[in-house]
């Protein structure tokens, strides 16, 4: 399985970004797949995930800003983030099956 991840870049606060995450060797639709994140010094979280009956769950600071989806005919799952505040700059990495995307660099200006 091979993940790749893109979508990241610089926003000011209040922006909006939307990442993909492109599976190859495995098909994304039938199985769970997570939005993890990364900022200096600090642990790696899940930010969302959906799993294969398209039921999502979120970090609680990010409720009501992302949107985790997918799309089965590209299997790609995507993560809408709106509204972003300068503590979601990060990297972020999908998962799937254990495996990880090589991540991509989410900065959000003040």
């Known amino acids: 399985v091979q993940l790749q991840a893109s979508g990241g870049g610089l926003v000011q606060a209040g922006g909006s970004l939307r990442l993909s995450c492109v599976a190859s060797?495995?098909?994304?639709?039938?199985?769970?797949v997570a939005w993890y994140r990364q900022a200096p010094g600090d642990q790696r979280e899940v930010v969302a995930a959906i799993d294969k009956d398209d039921n999502t769950n979120y970090l609680d600071s990010v409720k009501g800003r992302f949107t985790i989806s997918r799309d089965n005919a590209k299997n790609t799952v995507y993560l809408q983030m709106n509204n972003l505040k300068a503590e979601d700059t990060a990297v972020y990495y999908c998962?799937?099956?254990?495996?990880w995307g090589q991540g991509t660099q989410v900065t959000v200006s003040s």
């Open positions: 998962n799937h099956l254990g495996h």
């Open positions: 060797g495995s098909h994304l639709s039938i199985n769970y």
